[in-house]
């Protein structure tokens, strides 16, 4: 069975950053594509960003310049850095491995929150 | 407003169909045979419902169905149960590698 598991959410001050993990299990992430997705509280998905299986990295403009997406092949992982946090990023966060142009396989979600 | 526009609620009773609308702004039209839907129950992840307008993944049951007509993909659910009540949510390949969801349908069964 095919599984994303995200880590390293929890409580960060306004400015501050966080690392989120999402690690796979159950199949090789190398040549797939896989996204990140947040969804605030009360609120839809939001695509916020995607690394295709060439590596090529892609941003919402809400996150472009202060998150940066990676991956890990050898450790079967991708990474999303956050850097200067504001309220409105808090979120639940997922992972999801992408198929064609859509997201076949979420994670639970890693909760991140942003608060002073 | 979300670039995607979904009815806010849908409602429907037991074996019933019901129909979900995400029409898209007209930049979107290139990218709308790649439209993909999703439901979301409660403190749950979203899971894939359609992708590529009308294709299923395996294990989703052909209740579920997906079509596009110009900037407007639906999402048409037959035979409603209990358990398809939920969030529905459409999302669009916008280009450059880039995504963009709906605001989402509140789906309620009577």
């Known amino acids: 069975e095919v599984q994303l598991v995200e880590s390293g959410g929890g409580l960060v001050q306004p400015g501050g950053s966080l690392r989120l993990s999402c690690a796979a299990s159950?199949?090789?992430?190398?040549?797939?594509?896989l996204n990140w997705v947040r969804q605030a509280p009360g609120k839809g998905p939001e695509w916020i960003s995607h690394?295709?299986?060439?590596?090529?990295?892609s941003y919402a403009d809400s996150v472009k310049g202060r998150f940066t997406a990676s991956r890990d092949n050898a450790r079967n992982s991708i990474h999303l850095y956050m850097h200067s946090l504001r309220d409105e990023d808090t979120a639940v966060y997922y992972c999801?491995?992408?198929?064609?142009?859509?997201?076949?396989?979420w994670g639970q979600g890693t909760t991140v929150t942003v608060s002073s | 407003q979300s670039a995607l526009t979904q009815p806010r609620s849908v409602s429907g009773s037991p074996g019933q169909s019901v129909t979900i609308s995400c029409t898209g702004r007209?930049?979107?039209?290139?990218?709308?045979?790649?439209v993909s839907w999703y439901q979301q129950h409660p403190g749950k992840a979203p899971k894939v419902l359609i992708y590529?307008?009308?294709e299923r993944p395996s294990g989703v049951p052909d209740r579920f169905s997906g079509s596009q007509s110009g900037s407007t993909a639906s999402l048409t659910i037959s035979g409603l149960q209990a358990e398809d009540e939920g969030d529905y949510y459409c999302?669009?390949?916008?280009?450059?590698?880039?995504?963009?969801f709906g605001g989402g349908t509140k789906l309620t069964v009577l």
């Open positions: 999801a491995r992408g198929i064609d142009y859509g997201m076949d396989v």
């Open positions: 159950g199949t090789s992430i190398s040549s797939k594509s």
């Open positions: 690394i295709s299986d060439g590596s090529a990295i």
């Open positions: 007209s930049s979107y039209v290139d990218f709308f045979n790649r």
């Open positions: 590529n307008v009308s």
């Open positions: 999302c669009s390949y916008a280009g450059s590698y880039t995504w963009v």
